[in-house]
């Protein structure tokens, strides 16, 4: 990626994109791991799942379209405050003893929501951080 070191705005970009799939593979396990400590059901697995995944496939006419409509810097902004209050939902709920495993689902809804609109918005911000004739090695 010779050429692209000095573009200081597209590494921090990398960097974060990286950390954010980092943690969001962290949450995922531990979510997992929570349910199926609750429920003991290998189906409530598949649940997480489905409520990880639904989201993107009943979303996506919107994702897109809110990317090239909005601001993709605030769309990724707000989906990632998304992600944290989905997050800090999901380390409240494990925290309680008796709570519905709904609850669970509920916030791994709001996250795979949150997630469907912030994969299409940072996609396309690369464009808007590197020149053009760098844009196909980005």
């Known amino acids: 990626m010779r050429g ?8 921090l970009y990398q960097v974060a994109r990286f950390l954010g799939a980092v943690s969001i593979q962290i949450l995922s ?13 290998p189906a409530a697995l ?13 979303f996506f006419p919107l994702t ?6 909005y601001d993709r810097r605030w769309v ?7 992600i944290a209050i989905g997050a800090w939902g999901l380390a409240w709920a494990a925290a309680q003893v ?19 609109f912030a994969g299409p918005a940072s996609q396309a911000m690369v464009p ?5 004739a760098l844009l196909s090695r980005a």
């Open 76 to 82: 990724v902004a707000f989906s990632f405050l998304g």
């Open 29 to 41: 396990v531990a979510t997992g791991w929570e349910v199926y400590g609750r429920t003991h059901r």
């Open 98 to 116: 008796r709570l519905s495993i709904f609850v669970f689902y509920g916030l791994i809804f709001i996250l795979g929501v949150a997630r469907a």
């Open 64 to 69: 897109g379209t809110t990317a090239d409509r």
């Open 46 to 58: 598949g649940f997480v799942g489905l409520f990880t995944f639904l989201p993107q496939v009943l």
């Open 128 to 132: 808007l951080l590197v020149p053009p």
């Open 4 to 11: 692209l070191r000095h573009e200081g705005s597209f590494l």
